[in-house]
């Protein structure tokens, strides 16, 4: 059973939205911090977003910042990347982490400070 399963990913053309979601299996996400990453191919996997336990922190790529839209839901043990105005760059493979967090308000961004990854799911943008 894995442990987070991401979920949306879709081709799409430029400019236009897609909304990933990542739900936890097995687990509850509460008291996690939670990252999204994505991988282009012959490329390292590169931060994207990040938010907190509780959701009052986020960080953001500035590839990103302005266009993607971090979000969590603990309840349903799921969270979200709103992806807006989609460019042709971004086209990836996304992938959503998790990780304990230090303090309530921590955000990481280091694909080390993870250790509990999906499989990802593809983005593709067209031109």
């Known amino acids: 059973q894995e442990p987070l399963v991401e979920s949306g990913g879709g081709l799409v053309e430029a400019g236009g939205s897609l909304r990933l979601s990542c739900a936890a299996s097995?687990?509850?996400?509460?008291?996690?911090?939670l990252g999204w990453f994505r991988q282009a191919p012959g490329k390292e996997r590169e931060f994207v977003a990040a938010?907190?336990?509780?959701?009052?922190?986020?960080y953001y790529a500035d590839s990103v910042k302005g266009r993607f839209s971090i979000s969590r839901d603990n309840a349903m043990n799921t969270i979200y990347l709103q992806m807006n105005s989609l460019k042709p760059e971004d086209t990836a493979a996304y992938y959503c982490?998790?990780?304990?967090?230090?303090?309530?308000?921590?955000?990481?961004?280091?694909?080390?400070?993870?250790?509990?990854w999906g499989r990802g799911t593809q983005v593709t943008v067209s031109s």
């Open positions: 097995g687990r509850t996400l509460s008291s996690f911090a």
């Open positions: 938010i907190s336990w509780t959701g009052a922190r986020t």
């Open positions: 982490a998790a990780r304990t967090s230090d303090y309530i308000g921590s955000v990481y961004y280091s694909p080390s400070d993870y250790g509990s």
